[in-house]
């Protein structure tokens, strides 16, 4: 019988040599130096050698006789990392695969009558003369924040909602988020986790942000979201060996990106629209903080379009002519961000990320109104612990009547039935569209 700690060890190792020849791979790594020194040293495997390597410990997973969600978690792990040394050796792989062997959720094609209805919801909201698009476009560009204003506005609600995170869940003393503002990129925020609870935060000064968006933006990237998850994963890494790596593509990623989505609300509320519009309004920024929260949870069933436009792109070999118009006509935007969203997904390193903010929230949001206790008591077990998209299907499978009509209402693809040893996982960044 092989103890934990090799395990977990050879598990880290493969995720390090992986990460040598395919950049990226890690997200952040806060385990022993030694280890990452190790790998930059030695002979570099070849992908033929990972993918052996992630088999076996696949195999030999069970031996370690770990607590069920973690040989769940350590089981996922090895199964993203498992496709990556695939990919590496160029094996062929459709997207969907993809998606499903890395994120552990399936690709499933939007409805057109949903998206139907969310125009029709919109149209409520934004009433008056002239198309729904154009009447969206409107509101877009009356609530877009002066680029001027973007530096005090996140600096305002960084501190706002620190504040908020800290009496609600906690945070580790001695925490920081750096904010910087960059140009040039295909995201509106990015978090790059540097150890010691400290994040590097950016944010696109060359996007187009709104106002009444801001809060969801910064919440994500920052409290509670990635640097607030990144603080308490690396709190629980020494005694959980396998947290200490936290890997960009997975379906711990999945998770922590719907995390960072439902997280405004678990802290501050399902009202968060006004408290936002009030925190913004201190340094000079004005909002309809509650339309905006409505206008956004309206679009929430459109997500699933851009899922289908990495779908047309990558499986079906769609022209660029033919996705912008499904982004244009689905999510009711313009042509040039539509052409930003297909920057996006048409990146190599992002270009499946899409499932992650499409399944991601929707499922999260479910479990967190779902359970036991408060919605913030939840987020803090969810950060705290590995929990996977397997284990938060099966969670919600079980919750009773009231939970299965919200899940109904959210939309969320419960999928087959799953069981320990499935593939799921870790990480941060990406856009905000």
């Known amino acids: ?8 060890r050879d598990v880290a190792l493969l995720a390090l040599r992986l990460d040598r020849a395919v950049p990226g791979t890690i997200e952040a790594f806060t385990g022993d130096p030694a280890l990452r020194r190790h790998v930059l040293v030695e002979p570099a495997p070849s992908a033929s050698e990972l993918v052996g390597t992630a088999r076996r410990l696949r195999v030999e997973l069970p031996e370690a006789h770990l607590a069920p969600a973690r040989e769940e978690f350590v089981a996922a792990e090895l199964g993203a990392l498992e496709h990556a040394a695939r990919a590496l050796a160029g094996e062929p792989v459709s997207f969907r695969d993809a998606v499903e062997q890395t994120f552990g959720v399936p690709v499933v094609a939007g409805d057109p009558d949903v998206y139907r209805d969310a125009h029709r919801d919109l149209d409520g909201l934004l009433p008056g003369p002239g198309s729904l698009a154009g009447r969206v476009a409107a509101h877009r560009r009356g609530d877009e924040l002066p680029p001027e204003m973007l530096g005090p506005a996140v600096a305002a609600l960084v501190a706002a909602l620190r504040e908020r ?27 790059r986790y540097l150890g010691h609870a400290r994040s590097r935060v950016r944010f696109a000064a060359d996007a187009r942000v709104r106002a009444g968006q801001l809060a969801l933006l910064v919440a994500h990237e920052t409290y509670p979201g990635h640097h607030t998850e990144h603080c308490r994963r690396d709190a629980v890494a020494t005694a959980r060996p396998e947290r200490a790596v936290s890997l960009a593509r997975s379906p711990r990623a999945l998770v922590v990106e719907g995390a960072a989505d439902a997280g405004l609300a678990a802290v501050v509320g399902e009202e968060w629209g006004g408290w936002a519009a009030s925190v913004l309004a201190g340094v000079g920024v004005h909002t309809d903080g509650e339309l ?17 436009a990495a779908t047309m792109i990558h499986e079906r070999g769609a022209g660029p002519d033919e996705v912008l118009a499904h982004l244009c006509r689905w999510m009711l935007v313009d042509e040039s961000r539509a052409r930003r969203m297909l920057t996006f997904l048409t990146h190599p390193h992002w270009r499946t990320y899409t499932v992650t903010y499409v399944e991601g929230f929707p499922l999260v949001r479910a479990w967190l109104r779902c359970g ?10 969810l950060l705290d612990e590995p929990l996977v998209p397997s284990r938060l299907r099966r969670d919600l499978r079980t919750s009773g009547p009231a939970a299965a009509g919200r899940v109904a209402a959210d939309r969320v693809v419960l999928g087959p039935a799953t069981t320990t040893g499935g593939v799921d996982h870790t990480m941060n960044g990406g856009p905000f569209c």
Do not use: N
Not at 1 to 8: C, G, K, N, Q, V
Not at 292 to 308: G, K, T
Not at 372 to 381: H, I, S
């Open 1 to 8: 019988m092989r103890r934990a700690s090799p395990i977990l």
């Open 165 to 191: 995170t800290a009496a609600r869940i906690g945070l580790p003393a001695g925490e920081t988020a750096d904010v910087e503002l960059v140009s040039g990129h295909p995201w509106t925020g990015f978090t």
């Open 292 to 308: 905006a929260r409505r206008v956004d949870e309206a679009m929430v069933p459109l997500h699933r379009v851009r899922l289908d």
């Open 372 to 381: 036991p206790g408060d919605p913030a008591a939840r987020l803090a077990r």
